[in-house]
């Protein structure tokens, strides 16, 4: 129930902030699934236990009295307690939508793609908030889709996007790497060329082997490389004075 207990509460905006009475329909909701299951006080209580949080004072009492008058939000049985009608319709509304994560610097300073383009920008966020929530195999999958695509802007930056294509179609990362590397418009430093080829092969690996499951070990090994990397070609495609002359372009 860990698990499952941890990932409903994330959907729940402002969760902690709650009150301890304020979270128990939600618990009940949690333990009753989108069925009239009973739940009884014993279990709300273990599901504070869970996620260690102290307890409401008397679970039992405020369910009580939340099962009678104009108000209620519970319905009594021999069994336990269940949600009313209106009580479950709320509660679904807010939990619906799952909450936005706010990735932290643990993986790569997000500063770094600041200022380059809205979808490199949410490629970023998920990848670092994959990391934050132990998701590493999707993690080195979206390490691997930021590269991509900065590599390919790199070249739209400099003019030179037709050296990355055939029959109009971007090469695969594999040919993306080596063209990069070997491109006359930049150098690449030593530091790129010994690690950019390290953020493929864990992307390939988590994207297509089965038998392997990416570990945060794998990511600690390669982040402060792999944020190096990342940073490099972002300097290189120069994203501030692009930026400037796409929006001098459209005022002329």
């Known amino acids: 129930m860990d698990t499952e207990l941890e990932a409903f509460i994330e959907r729940i905006d402002n969760f902690d902030s709650l009150s301890a009475s304020e979270k ?3 618990f009940v909701y949690f333990l009753s699934g989108n069925t009239n299951t009973s739940v009884s006080p014993s279990q709300v209580k273990e599901c504070f236990i ?3 949080i ?3 004072s008397n679970i039992a009492s405020y369910m009580g009295k939340k099962s009678t008058g104009k ?3 519970f319905i009594r049985n021999k069994s336990g307690y269940c949600l009313t009608r209106d009580a479950k319709r709320n509660i679904a509304s807010k939990v619906a939508d799952i909450a936005p994560l706010v990735p932290t610097n643990d993986l790569i300073p997000m500063s770094i793609v600041k200022g380059t383009r809205s979808y ?3 490629v970023s966020n998920q990848m670092c908030c994959c990391y934050d929530k132990g998701l590493f ?3 080195f999958v979206m390490m691997r889709k930021l590269l991509e695509t900065l590599i390919i802007e790199c ?3 400099h003019g030179a996007s037709d050296d990355i ?3 109009n179609q971007f090469y695969f990362l594999s040919e993306l790497i080596p063209k990069y590397l070997n491109s006359p418009y930049w150098n690449a430093s030593i530091n790129l060329q010994n690690n950019i080829g390290k953020i493929k092969t864990f992307g390939d690996l988590s994207a297509h082997n089965r038998r392997f499951v990416a570990k945060k070990d794998h990511i600690d090994k390669i982040k402060a490389e792999a944020a190096q990397v990342i940073q490099e070609i972002i300097l290189t495609t120069d994203y501030a004075k692009w930026n400037e002359e796409l929006k001098n372009k459209k005022t002329v």
């Open 120 to 122: 490199i920008e949410e």
């Open 137 to 139: 195999d999707a993690c």
């Open 155 to 157: 070249f739209e930056r």
């Open 50 to 52: 869970t996620l260690s």
């Open 24 to 26: 128990i329909p939600f």
């Open 71 to 73: 108000d209620a939000i």
């Open 165 to 167: 294509k055939e029959n």
């Open 54 to 56: 102290a307890p409401y």
